[in-house]
């Protein structure tokens, strides 16, 4: 069984610091970790992907994550927010399915306050 | 670019009628189409995924008899809340993915529920 746990339900940062979004999950097997924003009242946007290859893998808009197999981890992070970033961001691991598929196992989600 | 459209983007349904809410994939083949469902204050939880050729697999707690699916070819899919009622309410998102897009998963905007 894979799980994703946020420990983080909320982050409060200001405009230009840093910040890191903490994610963990559990091992079993090939792994697959993405991550999602979920703009306010609205559907979810891929930010980024890990499969295989560099830990540290970049997204859009200055997101990246590293992957580490030691920690069981997938930290999302980002040098210098903006106000737009205010967000809830989701952690997610592919589980397989049954063998027709994988499917996606989200975490709670982290929200993101910037603020000005 | 691969696009999910997802409509209607809000409903508000009676106690003890249906809805059904439709996902159209553009851009890519949508072998895979997974529907979760957004409660309030919750993540997002897992329905069922369909994937062409294979019979849709639904995870515990939801019911073909109470969601019924269709994915009658690589760019529609559609599902229905059948008898809603208030624990049905939330955000329902439609995920769609190719055979090339390894686990991503394209997103429609939702179809928001709200029930009277």
């Known amino acids: 069984t894979q799980t994703v746990s946020q420990s983080d339900a909320h982050v409060t940062v200001f405009e230009g610091d840093s910040v890191e979004l903490r994610c963990n999950y559990s091992y079993g097997g090939s792994i697959y970790l993405s991550w999602y924003i979920q703009h306010h009242g609205r559907g979810l946007q891929f930010l980024l992907k890990?499969?295989?290859?560099?830990?540290v893998v970049q997204g859009v808009n200055g997101f990246e994550a590293e992957f580490s197999k030691s920690d069981s981890s997938f930290h999302l992070r980002k040098a210098s927010v903006h106000w737009s970033d205010s967000a809830v961001y989701f952690c997610a691991v592919s589980a397989r399915y049954g063998g027709s598929g994988n499917k996606l196992i989200f975490g709670t989600g982290t929200l993101l306050s910037v603020k000005p | 670019g691969a696009l999910v459209y997802q409509y209607p983007r809000r409903t508000i349904c009676k106690s003890g009628t249906s809805m059904r809410m439709e996902c159209q994939a553009v851009?890519?083949?949508?072998?895979?189409v997974a529907w979760y469902r957004q409660s309030p204050q919750k993540t997002f939880e897992l329905i069922a995924l369909?994937?062409?050729?294979?019979?849709?697999?639904?995870e515990q707690n939801f019911t073909q008899e109470k969601f019924p699916i269709s994915h009658p070819n690589l760019s529609f899919s559609s599902m229905t809340v059948l008898n809603a009622y208030l624990e049905d309410r939330g955000l329902y998102l439609c995920?769609?993915?190719?055979?090339?897009?390894?686990?991503?998963?394209?997103f429609g905007h939702g179809t928001k529920l709200s029930v009277l």
């Open positions: 890990y499969y295989s290859g560099n830990p």
């Open positions: 851009g890519f083949q949508a072998t895979s």
């Open positions: 995920g769609a993915k190719d055979s090339f897009s390894n686990e991503r998963l394209f």
């Open positions: 369909s994937t062409v050729n294979s019979a849709i697999k639904y």
